[in-house]
């Protein structure tokens, strides 16, 4: 077998991708009443390592407080098990098409240590703006769109906008 198909991945039609995520959201809101959404569970989890590790500080915290309670956690959420389903079916698509290993994709005019940094960075500001913005760009975007809310199709363009408008100063990393 040549090795550049041996590497050769194969990946869904995007268009059929898409297709799929609008019948799977309209599908969640017919069976739990709301869209989907992931920054919901990392904050689950947050408030719950804080109140574990620092209860008090946790408790008097005028944020983490709202989510903590005797009766429920904060992991007791139906985000926190889409999250975990999101991350298990990854391992187990990739298991099933060999694509399991250790790299970083970059290209050729950056290293992996900056490709890393980037990626992080990007991580953080798209988390923190999630907050700011309460909800994700499945939760706000594309659960809004869906419902035809106003705010949704806004969150998705000022998404597609400043990632297009960023693109620009950031593309020699990538192209």
């Known amino acids: 077998m040549k090795n550049n198909q041996k590497n050769r991945h194969v990946y869904w039609n995007p268009y059929f991708g ?4 609008g019948i799977l959201i309209l599908f969640t809101f017919y069976i739990t ?3 989907l959404g992931a920054s ?5 989890s947050v408030v719950s390592i804080v ?21 429920k956690s904060p ?8 999250a975990l389903g999101v991350l298990i079916g ?12 250790w790299r970083v994709q970059h290209s050729p005019k950056i290293t992996s240590k900056r490709r890393l940094a980037f990626a992080l960075g990007g991580g953080i500001l798209f ?6 913005a309460r909800g994700c760009t499945s939760g706000a975007a594309l ?15 000022a998404i597609f906008g400043s990632a297009f408008a960023f693109a620009y100063f950031f593309r020699k990393n990538w192209i």
């Not at 898409?18 to 995520?21: A, C, E, R, T, V």
């Not at 919901?40 to 689950?44: N, T, Y």
């Not at 990854?90 to 290993?101: D, E, K, Q, V």
């Open 18 to 21: 898409g297709f799929l995520l």
């Open 33 to 35: 009443g709301r869209g």
């Open 40 to 44: 919901g569970a990392m904050k689950s």
């Open 51 to 71: 109140d574990t590790v620092a209860p008090t500080h946790a408790e008097n915290s005028a944020y983490y407080s709202k989510f903590i309670s005797d009766e």
């Open 75 to 82: 992991m007791n959420t139906w985000l926190v098990f889409e």
């Open 90 to 101: 990854a391992f187990i698509s990739g298991g099933l098409t060999g694509r399991i290993n």
């Open 127 to 132: 988390g923190l703006g999630a907050q700011i």
């Open 143 to 157: 659960s809004g769109m869906a419902v035809l809310s106003t705010g949704g199709f806004i969150t998705m363009l």
